[in-house]
């Protein structure tokens, strides 16, 4: 699918999304919660869900380690707040393209490898995320409550994550031979130049996944992981409690945090505008709570928690002179990582002895 359906599809099923969330509520009902939320915890709230991309950094640290990058803090948190922010405000989910992008700008690291390390980093989430589904559907949420609906999409997710983890595992225990079966297939059917280049670029991508080769990498990643989505989750329930969403509890926050994780996957509008709320209706209304409330809650929440990270992700593109032009091609520039030539005709990048510096100390 070509970027510009991408972003037709993600318009139009925002539009229907939106529509869904916001069927039979009330204005008046939605405003009047809006102004009853206790503003306090609903600014701890936007804190604590803001304190997570630094928990990101930290954990990208752990990740890229297998590749021999030891990267400072500031460098890893500015492209977090970065990539982040490219999703709140450009079409198309390339975020990661643009988080990859900026560290190879801010630092000497080769952007196949950061992105492979995020393909880790995605997975675990994906890992977590289900773990707390689990939790939460044992403990959290009545056995009658949970639609065909909710059990379809976790058996697909379940059965998802196991295809990925058994073709990784492959990969990871066997790097040669597959990278010995892509060149001779590429060889024979394609272009020497074009294997030379993919070959290039799977060799940097199988060493950010060393993360899977090395156990203890691996459980300090996946404990990180654990941290991130554990902490992102008392987020949601100090939103709650500003709205007055007592029913959930922490079950609740768990299990809401990994519908709407997934929900935001599909095409949307930047930001999630649409995905966002309907997931969080979805999920709440199987805990018996009005329509306006849940509205209230997700729109009050996620406005809130949108505005520091995009801010943030702004102020280091601007600090490190990157242009919004470069991070909405950020995806274009990773095809074609492994022709230099063709990386500074694109994007004008800078060598390795120019690259962009933070003041900061890690």
């Not at 990058?69 to 977090?80: I, T």
């Not at 922010?85 to 390339?94: G, K, Q, T």
């Not at 156990?215 to 990643?221: E, L, P, S």
């Not at 510096?357 to 890690?362: F, G, K, V, Y």
Request: proline share 4%; with cysteine.
């Amino acid at each position: 699918m070509t970027r510009r359906a991408t972003i037709v599809l993600g318009i139009v099923l925002s539009i229907v999304l939106l529509f869904y969330a916001l069927r039979d509520v009330s204005t008046a009902e939605l405003i009047g919660h809006l102004g009853q939320a206790n503003f306090w915890l609903l600014f701890a709230a936007t804190v604590v869900a803001t304190l997570t991309f630094h928990l990101r950094a930290i954990r990208w640290r752990v990740l890229l380690a297998p590749t021999g990058y030891q990267l400072p803090f500031v460098s890893r948190y500015a492209a977090v707040c970065i990539g982040f922010m490219v999703n709140n405000v450009l079409p198309a989910r390339i975020g990661e393209f643009a988080r990859a992008y900026s560290l190879s700008r801010i630092e000497p690291v080769g952007i196949s490898a950061a992105l492979a390390s995020l393909v880790v980093e995605r997975l675990l989430d994906a890992i977590i995320l289900i773990t707390f589904l689990v939790f939460a559907i044992l403990f959290g949420v009545g056995e009658a409550s949970v639609s065909g609906a909710v059990s379809g999409i976790f058996a697909a997710v379940v059965i998802g994550v196991g295809i990925v983890l058994v073709t990784l595992g492959i990969l990871v225990r066997s790097p040669n031979r597959f990278l010995r079966f892509v060149e001779r297939w590429f060889h024979r059917f394609g272009p020497r130049s074009l294997a030379e280049k993919v070959n290039i670029i799977l060799i940097s991508f199988v060493a950010g996944l060393g993360a899977l080769k090395h156990a203890r990498v691996f459980v300090r990643a996946f404990l990180w992981s654990v941290v991130v989505w554990g902490w992102n989750a008392f987020s949601f329930y100090l939103g709650f409690l500003a709205f007055g969403i007592l029913e959930p509890g922490i079950p609740g926050a768990l299990f809401l945090q990994t519908v709407i994780s997934f929900a935001v996957a599909i095409p949307s509008t930047p930001g999630f505008f649409g995905p966002f709320e309907a997931a969080t209706r979805f999920a709440l209304e199987i805990y018996n709570i009005e329509p306006s409330r849940i509205i209230s809650f997700a729109a009050g929440y996620h406005l809130l928690t949108f505005i520091p990270i995009t801010i943030l992700g702004i102020w280091y593109m601007r600090k490190l002179g990157i242009s919004r032009d470069e991070l909405g091609h950020s995806d274009e520039v990773a095809r074609v990582e492994s022709d230099p030539k063709q990386v500074e005709d694109f994007s004008s990048l800078h060598s390795d002895r120019d690259r962009l510096t933070l003041s900061q100390p890690e």
